[in-house]
């Protein structure tokens, strides 16, 4: 019998992941069969491969315990899954588990494992996997069978900085301890997507992607998952900053970036990048893109629309590449919610985004309080029977921005921009963009934006983030 079916399911918030050695799966910082029926022997190594490989022919052995720290791995003859004792967290340990089990040999890897209930638990662990995708039941974001509301910081560049370069794991890991401190679930990145035109971007100057540039995408991914965290991924943007922007494509063809809209040799560069960027394979979850439940929203790019000549942004997308995008989205991806990407230009005459059918979600970014735009697209997503959400705002409102939020209620989702992280020494990394907060020097106004995101989600207010 394969266990295949384990990859991307989850198990006391840790998930299956398909390990470098393709003949075994595995569960970081769980252990499992720890009922007694299931211990076998113990081995020591320092060699973790080279110990797997050797016990892959050993029958008897269906998962093995592998301690980081004293290098002694405790072998199982099974493990069952419904039993919540049978299994539970040690930070110091990971379980490796063979795709194939000898059914001969052993029929308690319950499941159990034995052809009967093959087919049973196949079933049972893809409906738990698609309910993991969020949806929206024409009144609310709905996740496992529960509201889901999706508030949080803009964390832009976990996938690349403005470096030039990627960020530490340990910056990754920082951001998403301090979401999960403000009761965020979710986090909006624009570098998981947006990476192009300069040397160790995901896609440097043309359609072949630098596999480098990956590393850190795949890490996002994994931790977002493990602080059950879902990402709003945009796929490109307007403007000429550092981690690129659609003209980037048009570079590719020689032609002008206004083209992007009309030159078909354009878009069908960036079905490519499209197409290579949801059949990605992540190293770290054992997922493509495609089926990862941790992607909230496919954002098909950041404020394209928005009039900036300063920035190299000078049109708007019309409605029918808005059209053909999002069709080619779903026809490859049809688990993800797609976002929008207009802001200002929000229900203008040439996107009219508004009757797009695959645009499943829409937004506006707001750094001063225009309440009149806010309405506009609050009540224009309503009448389509259609979510509505912030993307981005400043970092700086106070309550009576936030209240007003929480007056409207088909607002669906709130975001703000930014959060950004600390060196090794403990020190800022600066961004002088007004708009910036860490933790803890800003704890004060993340204790504000947590408890509006608190009282999104109906959840009491708090008197403190640590």
């Not at 009761?183 to 570098?191: D, E, G, Q």
């Not at 040397?199 to 990956?214: F, Q």
């Not at 998952?225 to 570079?251: A, E, H, M, R, V």
Request: aromatic share 14%; charged share 20%; hydrophobic share 35%.
């Amino acid at each position: 019998m394969s266990l295949d079916f384990l990859i991307g399911t989850s198990l006391k918030d840790h998930i299956f992941i398909q390990d470098p050695k393709q003949e075994w799966i595995k569960i970081n910082e769980i252990v499992m069969g720890e009922s007694a029926n299931f211990a076998h022997k113990i081995f020591w190594s320092k060699d973790i491969g080279n110990l797997l490989d050797t016990l892959l022919f050993d029958n008897n052995i269906t998962c093995v315990l592998y301690n980081w720290n004293t290098n002694y791995a405790y072998t199982k003859t099974g493990f069952d899954l419904h039993d919540p004792t049978d299994s539970k967290y040690n930070s110091e340990y990971t379980t490796f588990i063979k795709k194939y089990v000898n059914l001969t040999v052993n029929s308690t890897v319950n499941l159990t494992v034995n052809s009967t209930v093959n087919s049973t638990v196949n079933s049972t662990v893809n409906s738990t996997v698609n309910l993991d995708f969020l949806k929206w039941d024409g009144n609310n974001f709905i996740c496992n069978n529960k509201t889901f509301i999706p508030v949080g910081p803009n964390v832009y560049w976990l996938g690349y900085t403005e470096s030039y370069n990627y960020p530490s794991k340990n910056q990754v890991i920082e951001m998403f301890d301090i979401a999960k401190k403000m009761s965020s679930t979710v986090i909006r990145s624009h570098t998981l997507g947006i990476s192009s035109g300069s040397d160790k971007s995901l896609r440097p100057i043309n359609n072949t992607l630098n596999e480098d540039a990956w590393d850190s995408i795949d890490y996002a991914f994994y931790i977002a998952k493990q602080y059950n965290i879902k990402l709003i991924c945009p796929l490109t943007d307007s403007y000429t900053w550092y981690n690129g922007n659609y003209g980037d494509f048009c570079k590719t063809r020689n032609v002008n970036k206004q083209d992007f809209w009309t030159n078909i040799d354009v878009r069908n560069d960036f079905k490519d990048f499209i197409y290579k960027w949801l059949n990605h394979y992540n190293k770290y979850t054992g997922l493509y893109i495609k089926d990862d439940p941790t992607l909230a929203m496919i954002e098909i790019g950041n404020e394209l629309g928005n009039i900036r000549p300063d920035h190299g942004s000078i049109n708007v997308p019309t409605k029918e590449w808005l059209i053909d995008i999002t069709n080619y989205i779903k026809s490859i991806d049809s688990n993800h919610l797609i976002l929008g990407p207009s802001d200002e230009c929000l229900g203008s005459a040439e996107s009219d985004d508004f009757n797009v059918q695959n645009i499943d979600v829409y937004s506006s970014h707001f750094y001063w309080a225009d309440y009149s735009r806010l309405d506009f697209g609050i009540n224009n997503a309503k009448n389509m029977n259609k979510p509505y959400i912030i993307g981005e705002y400043s970092a700086h409102f106070d309550n009576d921005w936030f209240y007003q939020l929480e007056s409207r209620q088909h607002l669906k989702g709130s975001l703000f921009w930014n959060l950004y992280p600390h060196d090794t020494n403990g020190e800022r990394v600066i961004h002088n963009d007004g708009e910036t907060l860490w933790y803890p020097e800003d704890k004060e106004q993340l204790l504000k934006i947590s408890n509006h995101f608190r009282r999104m989600q109906k959840l009491s207010e708090i008197n403190s983030l640590n």
